[in-house]
């Protein structure tokens, strides 16, 4: 029974291996990813979720995974990098998190309810706005099988930036930069309704302050911009989530040519 044993050593060995070389990439990847990655959510389930995800991930990559090394040199080079990719492609995603955030600071601040505070998905606390659309948005996008896709976006980041390979500078540069100028375009996007009715909203008290000189506008005006503020995030709130995930998706699902 022991030679039998000592014959799965071998295999064993080679399977922890592969196993910890893909921890190391998906783990750095889940600190960061939209909904698993939340401050919120426990360390330890975190850590249950990335072990999961390597169970999925392992087999598919394991045949690219080399020996194992016989110095820890070698080990060190290999998988010093997949720490790093890992972050930079979790990062890539979280964006989209940030662009729920802008997009919810833009409208609180134009319709004057930036001082109401909500809880945060994150560490700083976020305007109500923000927390609402923010956690709309990861429910919205978990109801629509995130784990699914997150397992095939992982399994991409492997044909872009293969194991035990530096992230190239010129993926870096172009995505890191695409992801930026993409993620306050798309705040600004979801917020233009907002924006466009707090310029009606000054524009019209600066025509009837005019007119009255003597009306005090600012106190007729408050409460009916909060109002509005509040029934257009009603109103506006399933279209915004609605192009948010389907920005999200097309990025989830091509990770190179996706934000372009």
């Known amino acids: 029974m022991i030679a039998d044993l000592l014959t799965l050593l071998p295999i064993a060995q080679s399977a922890l291996w592969a196993g910890f070389a893909v921890f190391l990439r998906v783990g750095a990847m889940m600190s960061l990813l939209p909904a698993f990655g939340e401050q919120s959510v426990p360390v330890r389930v975190r850590l249950g979720v990335s072990l999961a995800f390597c169970m999925i991930i392992t087999p598919a990559i394991a045949p690219n995974v080399g020996p194992v090394p016989e110095d820890i040199l070698p080990a060190v080079i290999t998988l010093l990098p997949e720490v790093l990719t890992g972050l930079f492609f979790g990062l890539l995603l979280r964006f989209f998190v940030f662009a729920l955030q802008i997009a919810g600071t833009i409208a609180a601040q134009s319709t004057s309810l930036s001082q109401i505070f909500g809880g945060s998905a994150g560490v700083d606390p976020q305007p109500a706005m923000a927390h609402v659309l923010v956690v709309a948005g990861l429910a919205l996008a978990a109801m629509m099988g995130l784990h699914v896709h997150f397992a095939g976006y992982i399994l991409q980041t492997y044909t872009l930036v293969p194991l035990g390979v530096w992230l190239a500078s010129e993926i870096a540069v172009d995505l890191g930069v695409l992801a930026v100028s993409k993620t306050f375009v798309l705040g600004f996007t979801l917020a233009a309704p907002?924006?466009?009715?707090?310029?009606?909203?000054?524009?019209?008290?600066?025509?009837?302050?005019?007119?009255?000189?003597?009306?005090?506008?600012?106190?007729?005006?408050?409460?009916?911009?909060?109002?509005?503020?509040?029934?257009l995030l009603v109103l506006t709130a399933p279209l915004m989530l609605s192009l948010w995930v389907e920005a999200f998706s097309i990025v989830v699902m091509n990770p190179s040519g996706g934000w372009e």
Request: proline share 5%.
């Open 194 to 231: 907002f924006l466009i009715a707090s310029l009606i909203y000054n524009v019209t008290l600066g025509v009837i302050n005019r007119a009255m000189p003597q009306l005090m506008v600012s106190f007729v005006g408050a409460p009916a911009i909060t109002a509005g503020g509040l029934l």
